[in-house]
């Protein structure tokens, strides 16, 4: 089991920003790819941001232009920057991660969750 643990969720206000970060014990680089999940009360948990190495990051349309993914070696963290939050990104977010090109994402964080408030 590959542990990922998210931080940095919290309370904020529509049109705020925060920074979410997820690590890992071993070396977030040697993941194939990375991604951040949401899930909503009552909704099914969607995709928010995709990095696949050595491609461009791929975003959900609702985020586009608004949130940031990355990998930072030196923190060994993968973050996801949000900016102009909205209160529909109110959610509980989670990292996923897979050492191989699949279509599945074998580990996943706990989540953390974002609240923004109108």
């Known amino acids: 089991q590959v542990p990922l643990e998210e931080s940095g969720g919290g309370l904020v206000q529509a049109g705020g920003s925060l920074r979410l970060s997820c690590t890992t014990t071993?070396?977030?680089?040697?993941?194939?790819?990375m991604a951040w999940y949401r899930q909503a009360p009552g909704k099914q948990r969607e995709l928010v941001a995709l990095?696949?190495?050595?491609?461009?990051?791929n975003y959900a349309d609702f985020v586009k232009g608004r949130f940031t993914i990355s990998r930072d070696a030196a923190k060994n963290t993968m973050d996801l920057q949000m900016n102009s939050l909205k209160v529909e990104d109110t959610a509980v977010y989670y990292c996923?991660?897979?050492?191989?090109?699949?279509?599945?994402?074998?580990?996943w964080g706990r989540g953390t969750q974002v609240t923004v408030s109108a």
């Open positions: 996923a991660a897979r050492y191989f090109a699949t279509s599945t994402w074998p580990y």
């Open positions: 071993g070396s977030i680089l040697g993941f194939n790819a």
């Open positions: 990095d696949v190495s050595g491609a461009r990051p």
